[in-house]
């Protein structure tokens, strides 16, 4: 089976509580699909944890969940990604989970933006 490769980024409008805990939910669900994922956030300690072009370029699929303008945002605009505010990837996880599941089949470039 082939192993899935994500990244992802997280931060909110205060960039505290919910950055965190958006990614730490992100590892776990992602661990329970088996696949790998990379996650930075974008808080209040400014950005840790910052992803690669060479990250970026071998992840099957991004995930920008965010309640604000991503740093470095065009990084991602080659690839294929679902992106969600971050207070409704916390209300449901499995809607965004979803969405990802079918993006990893569609052509690179594919963006999808759910509300």
């Known amino acids: 089976m082939m ?3 994500l990244v992802a980024v ?12 958006a990614a730490e939910r992100l590892e776990k669900l992602c661990q329970l699909e088996n696949w790998v994922i990379r996650i930075e956030t974008q808080g209040a300690l400014g950005i840790e944890c910052a992803l690669t072009e060479e990250d970026i370029r071998h992840a099957d699929l991004a995930l920008l969940i965010t309640d ?3 740093a ?3 990084r991602f ?4 990604y ?3 505010g971050i207070n409704a990837f916390l209300r449901d ?4 989970m979803i969405a990802v599941r ?3 089949s569609a052509p690179q470039h594919t963006q999808l933006i759910l509300a």
Not at 10 to 21: D, E, K, L, P, R
Not at 93 to 96: A, S, T
């Open 3 to 5: 192993v899935r490769q």
């Open 10 to 21: 997280t931060a909110c409008v205060s960039g505290v509580a919910h950055t965190y805990m």
């Open 82 to 84: 679902v992106k969600c």
């Open 102 to 104: 079918k993006l990893l």
């Open 72 to 74: 470095g945002s065009e």
């Open 93 to 96: 996880p499995q809607k965004v």
């Open 77 to 80: 605009e080659q690839c294929r």
């Open 68 to 70: 604000i303008e991503l």
